[in-house]
């Protein structure tokens, strides 16, 4: 027996733009109409009970990173600042991004905004969207007559 799964046509479209972005290293706007200079590298996993957003943001500060839920939507921003050129020092290739970053996801409609958890560890930025309890699977017993 197959489950049906719900398809959400506009965040494919989301990950469409932020594909193509990537990919041809360009700037693009998000829905906020702001301008970003990259977009980290997001996963996002589902289990029974929470949706969970995995960010790479390596040579951030936490005080540099922001997570907001507004309008049914999840966006994480922020800024990796680019060292101060130092007159002992000639960058030969810079290839990591810098400047700021907005990424943007619809919240999910089973997911609690409410219980929004946001962890910062060893460059990695967990995000944990906790299920509301009524989209929590139940078993109910059932009873011989």
């Known amino acids: 027996m197959s489950a049906l799964i719900r398809w959400y046509p506009f965040r494919e479209m ?9 990919a041809l290293g360009s700037n693009y706007f998000n ?8 977009a980290p590298a997001v996963d996002v996993v589902e289990n029974e009970k929470e ?3 995995s960010v790479e943001l390596p040579g ?10 507004e309008d049914g939507t999840l966006t994480i921003s922020g800024e990796r600042k680019f060292e101060q050129e130092q007159k ?3 960058y030969h290739r810079t ?7 907005v990424r943007s996801f619809a919240f999910p409609e089973d997911a609690d ?6 962890e910062f560890k060893d460059g990695v930025l967990q ?17 011989v007559a």
């Open 60 to 69: 951030i500060q936490k005080e540099n990173v922001k997570v907001t839920v």
């Open 95 to 101: 290839e990591r991004s810098y400047g700021t970053f």
């Open 14 to 22: 989301d990950e469409l733009q932020n594909r193509l972005a990537t």
């Open 51 to 53: 949706y969970t957003l």
């Open 113 to 118: 905004p409410a219980k929004v958890i946001a």
């Open 127 to 143: 995000v944990r969207l906790t299920k509301s309890e009524k989209a929590l699977p139940k078993t109910i017993e059932v009873k």
């Open 88 to 90: 002992d020092k000639k």
């Open 31 to 38: 829905r906020s109409g702001t301008q970003a200079d990259w």
